[in-house]
């Protein structure tokens, strides 16, 4: 079978400050040295497993990620960023990284505070899985009633994004996100990302005065459109409607100095079977004939969209803060 591998990664949420790493990316917004108009931000992540709205773009593994953000401050309050991250996947088509570019707009009203970009995902040194000859050309390695999970070589694609953020009081801000793309993983399936988030910071006086903390969480929602005769199957030869799907995470985040330690739940509403549809898992196996739907003909389950708990420990560090 042809099938969109949507690990929907996006980082969207992907950096998304309120969401406090509820995704892999939550960076430091620093708009206020007065020193110089240039700054520049790095860190890294060790997550026990990758997971972006709510799926897995590690196979349920350890990924290490990095990036780096220059910065230009026009006023105290407009800022201009550019970005470049690196993060370790582990796709159905052997791509070797994922490699992120980013650039956008922040600006800050009092309490509100927007973001706005684009973001370009690039997928290199992927192999295309299309399941026209033997098992090797299935992304799963195997054929289940002469059909198979199959993806594209080249999974690039980008997106827009706006993220704002309301500052209610000193301990609770709301926010949200919206990711959009024409083809997302250049399946030719538009996708539209959007969610709310909130986060609560906890009392001093509950940890010892360094360590600050806080509760996040985020509900979200994927809508996703047809994809391109690739991804076709029996009753869709000529592309298939993914499935749209509802996600959310709740987490504590702990912080001290540059370092953060993030404890999250995710989950998705959805089935095994759809989640096999949207990421051509290669780690999949037979559901049973229950499994078997007209857009999962092979009856195959991934297990990357369900429950997780998800362990993150970052650093961030911005130039300014070093001088």
């Known amino acids: 079978m042809r099938k969109i591998g949507a690990l929907v990664t996006v980082t969207q949420i992907v950096w998304a400050g309120t969401a406090l790493a509820a995704d892999l990316k939550a960076r430091p917004n620093a708009m206020n040295d007065p020193r110089s108009s240039w700054d520049i931000t790095f860190g890294g992540t060790l997550v026990s497993d990758y997971n972006i709205r709510g799926i897995s773009q590690s196979a349920r593994k350890p990924s290490l990620a990095g990036y780096i953000e220059p910065r230009y401050n026009i006023t105290p309050n407009l800022q201009l960023y550019v970005g470049f991250s690196a993060e370790a996947i582990d796709f159905p088509n052997h791509a070797a990284a994922e490699i992120d570019i980013y650039g956008g707009v922040r600006r800050t009203f ?122 076709g199957v029996p009753a869709f030869p000529l592309g298939i409607d993914l499935p749209n799907y509802t996600t959310w995470n709740i987490g504590l985040s702990l912080s001290y100095q540059v370092f953060t330690l993030d404890l999250r739940y995710y989950d998705t509403d959805l089935t095994k079977s759809n989640c096999n549809v949207l990421t051509s898992d290669h780690t999949a196996t037979f559901g049973g004939v229950n499994s078997i739907s007209t857009i999962n003909p092979t009856g195959l389950v991934s297990n990357w969209c369900g429950a997780a708990f998800i362990i993150k420990l970052s650093h961030d560090v911005t130039l300014t803060n070093l001088r």
């Open 110 to 231: 009092g309490k509100l505070y927007l973001d706005f970009g684009v973001w370009s995902y690039k997928y290199p040194r992927g192999t295309t899985f299309n399941g026209l000859g033997s098992a090797a050309t299935c992304a799963n390695g195997a054929f289940f009633f002469g059909l198979c999970n199959t993806i594209k070589g080249n999974l690039n694609y980008w997106e827009i994004y706006t993220r704002p953020t309301y500052t209610i009081d000193e301990i609770l801000s709301v926010g949200g996100n919206i990711y959009y793309s024409p083809s997302s993983l250049n399946s030719s399936a538009p996708g539209t990302y959007g969610s709310l988030t909130a986060k609560v910071i906890l009392p001093r006086t509950l940890l010892p005065k360094e360590i600050g903390a806080a509760v996040s969480v985020e509900l979200g929602h994927y809508w996703l459109g047809r994809t391109d005769a690739f991804y």
